[in-house]
C-alpha cells in the first residue's frame, strides 16, 4: 500500500513563500511521475505541477509557472513544492500524487493521494 504524506502547509500573507514536501512509503523510482494537485473551496481539483521521477523532468499550470518549483529528492523518497509569490487564489488543500503508469496521464492522475494539507494565503 502506498502511503503519501504531505507537510509544510500553513497561513502567509500574499506575496509569502511557502514550502510544501511529501514523503513516500517507498521509493519514488516505483512511480513514473509524482505531482502536486490542488482543491480549493467549491471547486475542482486541479493539477499544479509534476516531475519525473527518474529524469527530473517537470511541468506546470499556467497559474502556477515562473512562481512554484517542483523537485525531489531521491534519498529521502520525498518530493518538493516551492511556492514563492503567492496570490490568495492560491488557496487550497494540496495534494501530493503518484503515478506508476508509462506513460503518466496528468490531466487523469492516478489514485495514490496523500491526505492533503492546507494552504491559504491571506493578509
Known amino acids: 500500500q502506498v502511503q503519501l504524506v504531505e507537510s509544510g502547509g500553513g497561513l502567509v500573507q500574499p506575496g509569502g513563500s511557502l514550502r510544501l514536501s511529501c514523503a513516500a512509503s517507498?521509493?519514488?523510482?516505483?512511480?513514473?511521475?509524482m505531482g502536486w494537485y490542488r482543491q480549493a473551496p467549491g471547486k475542482q481539483r486541479e493539477f499544479v505541477a509534476f516531475i519525473t521521477a527518474s529524469g527530473g523532468f517537470t511541468n506546470y499550470a499556467d497559474s502556477v509557472k515562473g512562481r512554484f518549483t517542483i523537485s525531489r529528492d531521491i534519498a529521502k523518497n520525498s518530493v518538493y513544492l516551492q511556492m514563492n509569490s503567492l496570490k490568495p487564489e492560491d488557496t487550497a488543500v494540496y495534494y501530493c500524487n503518484a503515478d506508476p503508469r508509462y506513460p503518466s496521464d496528468y490531466l487523469r492522475p492516478y489514485d495514490y493521494w496523500g491526505q492533503g494539507t492546507q494552504v491559504t494565503v491571506s493578509s
Open positions: 517507498g521509493s519514488i523510482f516505483s512511480f513514473n511521475t
